[in-house]
């Protein structure tokens, strides 16, 4: 996945530059003033109703390279996760010696205890039908279609979902160069294979790269058996509230099938390092770039959750390295001594706050950029109030909310009200308030 992220940072000595810069502030006393309205007290303000947020973020989990190490799975359950995103190699469990499905039963196993789920990415080469390739001759294909329904077959009473490869729109993963049409070929050879093994499968189209929409479209011209799922990996240089529209746009692409597939994030985050929202540091180490990391982390879930996508996955659960300099070394919520940064508290918080959710709304403000999400859950209202874009700023008035209102920051650290109203600006984060019914 690494030349896929630097590709995702298109340049970062511009990006440097662009971080660099000395962005004006919004001074606080021009900041929009939002008036937070209860059950009894309403604000006149259009909510859009999120019938499906709930589910969505049910269905969020995160990436695990390591997955004999059973205490990165704790910190998957305690996070508040529900699945792992890793790979089932084609190559390790289908050798000259016969089926080795071992080290994933004992996965399947550990995560079933924790009541965890597991989303495989099958694919990529085996030696056993053509060094370093991948399968498109009727000799791979057919060799890729038992790969897929043994494995299949195998977790069909687990809590287990697939995706058939990953990013196969790069070459390196790809391992050659890109074609929808032999994607397209092997996609439709897999779907075959999982749904005979077992027709409720559930099956999605590998994650392309950022959301490639016409690799996508391609591959929709030639499939002969609709996926359950089309997968992106919505990197970005821009703040998370981006997405918003490219989920949108292909939203109405996958409106024209018969049967339109959901839409997956399977890999998404940010580094402490590298991107250009933090280029004017350049140490993931720092405090600082870990702490925007941790806001751009929370509001890229909220993003997520927002738009309803079917199933997101986070890029990834510990650091790869030690290395403060190297991009790839800092996407974790965990360093790589298992020490917990602030985007796992943050994102940890997050998840509690959310949790017993009824009813979901939300209200977003293009112009003066910030977004209102409001929950009721069976024994309080919540809010999760938030403003994007650098050097901008919100003041929530909370007056018109009772008396027992409660706000914190994203880390659930208690914030006070000043005249009523407390100031928010891009630099805290998301601001978190409660009230107890």
């Known amino acids: 996945m690494n030349d896929k992220r630097r590709r995702t940072c298109l340049l970062i000595a511009m990006a440097a530059a662009v971080g660099g810069m000395i962005l004006p502030v919004r001074p606080v006393s021009s900041a929009p003033v939002i008036v937070l309205d209860s059950a009894e007290k309403s604000v006149a303000r259009n909510y859009i109703e999120l019938p499906a947020f709930a589910r969505s973020r049910a269905n969020t989990g995160v990436a695990v390279h390591d997955i004999a190490d059973t205490k990165l799975l704790d910190a998957v359950k305690d996070v508040g996760f529900s699945f792992i995103r890793a790979d089932l190699f084609w190559s390790e ?12 039963d004992t996965l399947v196993s550990d995560l079933a205890a924790r009541g965890l789920g597991a989303l495989f990415i099958l694919g990529y080469g085996n030696d056993l039908y053509g060094p370093h390739q991948p399968p498109t001759t009727p000799l791979q294909l057919a060799g890729f279609s038992r790969y897929v329904h ?16 990953n990013e196969e729109d790069s070459k390196s993963f ?15 050879t897999a779907l075959r294979a999982a749904k005979s093994a077992n027709p409720d499968a559930v099956v999605a189209m590998g994650g392309v790269q950022q ?48 049967k339109v597939p959901a839409i997956w994030a399977t890999e998404w985050s940010y580094p402490s390092y590298g991107y250009s929202y933090v280029a004017d540091i350049a140490d993931g180490h720092s405090p600082e770039a870990r702490a925007r990391q941790a806001r751009y982390v929370v509001r890229r879930f909220l993003t997520d959750w927002i738009a309803q996508i079917g199933l997101t996955a986070y890029y990834d659960i510990r ?49 003066n950029k910030y977004v209102i999400l409001k929950l009721n859950s069976p024994h309080a209202t919540r809010y999760v109030a938030w403003c ?30 000043e005249g009523g109203a407390v100031t928010a600006p891009e630099t805290l984060g998301p601001v978190f308030i409660s009230v107890a019914s």
């Open 150 to 165: 043994e494995s299949v077959s195998r977790y069909r009473d687990a809590d287990v979902r697939f995706e058939v490869w």
């Open 211 to 258: 959301v490639n929409r016409d690799f996508i479209r391609a591959v929709g011209n030639v499939w002969q058996v609709e996926p359950d799922a089309v997968s992106v990996h919505p990197y970005r240089q821009e703040e998370p509230e981006s997405v918003f529209s490219d989920y949108r746009h292909l939203s109405q692409d996958l409106a024209a099938y018969r």
């Open 388 to 417: 994007y874009g650098r050097g901008n700023g919100i003041r929530l008035d909370i007056s018109q909310l009772p008396g027992n209102a409660r706000a914190t920051d994203m880390y659930g650290t208690r914030l006070v009200p």
């Open 93 to 104: 469990v289908d050798t000259k010696d016969g089926w080795q499905f071992s080290r994933y």
């Open 174 to 188: 790809w391992l050659t160069e890109p074609s929808p049409a032999a994607y397209g070929q092997l996609l439709n």
């Open 319 to 367: 650091n790869d390295g030690a290395n403060p300099k190297n991009m790839e070394n800092n996407f974790g919520l965990l360093d790589s001594d298992n020490t917990r940064l602030p985007a796992y508290d943050a994102t940890k918080y997050l998840f509690s706050f959310t949790k017993d959710v009824t009813r979901a709304r939300y209200f977003i403000d293009i112009q």
